[in-house]
């Protein structure tokens, strides 16, 4: 099982860096996830905090630095989406039934309330404002860190993208070989139970 707390944090390198710079601001926090035709695939989840000091880590002098916050960017890979699937801070992933020729099926459950993990790993409960803050006034960061984008980058293309039963702010969607949901964390934090997100692929081969 793989499990995204366990891997080694990265602050804006490597594939993370240019995977951020490709994306709008206000999608982090994010989990992107890339599935392969034999189910193998990587995981890039990005997440914020508020740094413990205004002027994070830069020196110099003639600055009041007002607020900072971290980008911080874990990656990693798993083997197989058969078994238990994986796990992501309680959001969790399996292999659905194959039971049309051709077309692949997964589930993504995300677990709600104030207690699932996912809604304080990804980014802190209390510290949105001034994340917000931390960036330039003129960014349209009115999003920033009030949603969690969830991207899976399917090996065919997106047959289906849609949930078992519609909940207040949670949007599903598909474009080509990719499917997204779109969660907004103050409704996810205040609502109970689960919800099931549905998607499926048109093998290419």
Do not use: Y
């Amino acid at each position: 099982m793989f499990d995204l707390s366990k891997r080694a944090s990265v602050l804006l390198a490597g594939l993370g860096l240019v995977l951020l710079i490709a994306c709008d601001p206000a999608d982090v926090p994010a989990i992107r996830i890339r599935i392969n035709a034999d189910l193998s695939g990587e995981v890039l989840g990005s997440s914020m905090t508020v740094a413990t000091e205004r002027k994070g880590e830069l020196g110099g002098r003639g600055v009041d630095w007002e607020e900072a916050a971290t980008v911080v960017v874990r990656k990693g890979s798993f083997k197989t989406l058969d078994g238990d699937g994986l796990d992501l801070s309680g959001i969790r992933l399996r292999r659905g039934a194959d039971d049309v020729p051709g077309l692949h099926r997964l589930v993504v459950t995300v677990p709600l309330g104030a207690d699932a993990a996912w809604t304080r790993d990804f980014i802190p409960v209390d510290e949105s404002e001034r994340l917000r803050r931390a960036l330039d006034a003129d960014r349209d960061a009115r999003n920033l860190g009030k949603k969690l984008l969830i991207e899976i980058s399917l090996p065919g293309p997106a047959k289906d993208s849609s949930l078992v039963r519609e909940r207040a702010g949670f949007q599903a969607d598909r474009s080509g070989s990719k499917a997204t949901l779109e969660i907004d964390l103050a409704r996810a934090r205040t609502q109970s139970g689960e919800v099931h997100w549905l998607l499926s692929w048109i093998d290419p081969r």
